[in-house]
């Protein structure tokens, strides 16, 4: 299941990330830039607003099969922010 999510509180405020890992608590997030896959933001669920519509070319961007994620993510990032 693809999962972004827009930050609603912090210096991060309105900052929008790709929810790779959950557990009771928190979100473990990652934008591809700054906070890479390898070692995810951790986020209280509280400080974040789930994004519910996301757009299908997101969807198949982040459905594909690549060796880089993060540059992946990044890219399913850039093309919600442009759509």
Known sequence: MIRLARSKAGHDTGKVYYICKEDDNYYYLT????????????????HLQLITQIPQK???ILSEDVQDENAQIRKALKAYQDR
């Open 31 to 46: 934008d591809g830039y700054l906070k890479k896959i390898e070692h995810p933001k951790k986020k209280k669920k509280k």
């Open 58 to 60: 997101v969807v198949d």
